[in-house]
C-alpha cells in the first residue's frame, strides 16, 4: 500500500487534480487584477491631467490680473461716458 500511495504518477494525477480544481479560480482572479488595473491607470490618468490644469491656472495669474485691469479700465470709462452724458 505504501508503495502504491508514493508511485510517481499517482503524484502526478494528484498534481493534475489540484491544478484542474484551482485554474479557474486563479483565472478569475487574473481578470479581475487586470481589471483593477485597467481602473487605477484610467484614475491616475485622470490625477495627472487634473495636477497639469492645475499648475497652468497658476501660471496663468498674469493673464487673469491683466483680464482685472482691463476690465476696471474699461467700467471706468463707461461711468465717464454715463456721467458726461448725464450733462448734456
Same mark, same amino acid.
Given at each position: 500500500m #505504501?508503495? @502504491?500511495?508514493? *508511485?510517481?504518477? +499517482?503524484? @502526478? #494525477?494528484?498534481?493534475? *487534480?489540484? +491544478?484542474?480544481?484551482? @485554474?479557474? *479560480?486563479? +483565472?478569475q482572479h487574473k481578470t479581475d487584477m487586470q481589471s483593477w488595473e485597467e481602473q487605477s491607470q484610467g484614475a491616475i490618468y485622470s490625477v495627472e491631467y487634473a495636477c497639469s490644469a492645475v499648475k497652468g491656472m497658476t501660471n496663468s495669474s498674469f493673464y487673469f490680473k491683466s483680464i482685472d485691469g482691463l476690465l476696471r479700465q474699461a467700467i471706468g470709462l463707461k461711468d465717464s461716458i454715463n456721467s458726461s452724458q448725464g450733462r448734456r
Open positions: #505504501y508503495v @502504491l500511495a508514493n *508511485e510517481p504518477s +499517482v503524484a @502526478l #494525477y494528484r498534481l493534475q *487534480e489540484h +491544478v484542474r480544481r484551482s @485554474l479557474p *479560480e486563479l +483565472v
